[in-house]
């Protein structure tokens, strides 16, 4: 079994920055590939942002350029670093860990953008 807990939401101006960090417990290792999800009010969960056990990373194109995915496979944590934040990032966020069958949420951690 394996546990994620995200840590770093909150409330933020546009065009600030949040960090958010997803440790990772119980039965993981490097072999995971993780990633940020999102959900606002009344949408679907979209993938955000992956990372392959190899460092490999891709973005959903609504963040490219302003959101960064990296992971620390000593500390088992998982990092998202959004600059430029825009009113329309407003969602909870979830962290995903995923080897073959098996999968892995976190409970989520809400950012809030608004002026």
């Known amino acids: 079994q394996v546990q994620l807990v995200e840590s770093g939401g909150g409330l933020v101006q546009p065009g600030g920055s949040l960090r958010l960090s997803c440790a990772a417990s119980?039965?993981?290792?490097?072999?995971?590939?993780m990633a940020w999800y999102r959900q606002a009010p009344g949408k679907q969960r979209d993938l955000v942002a992956r990372?392959?056990?190899?460092?490999?990373?891709n973005y959903s194109d609504s963040v490219k350029g302003r959101f960064s995915i990296s992971r620390d496979n000593a500390k088992n944590t998982v990092y998202l670093q959004m600059n430029s934040l825009e009113p329309e990032d407003t969602a909870v966020y979830y962290c995903?860990?995923?080897?073959?069958?098996?999968?892995?949420w976190g409970q989520g951690t809400q950012v809030t953008v608004s002026s």
């Open positions: 119980g039965s993981i290792s490097s072999s995971y590939a």
């Open positions: 990372i392959t056990s190899g460092g490999s990373t």
């Open positions: 995903h860990a995923r080897l073959a069958f098996r999968n892995y």
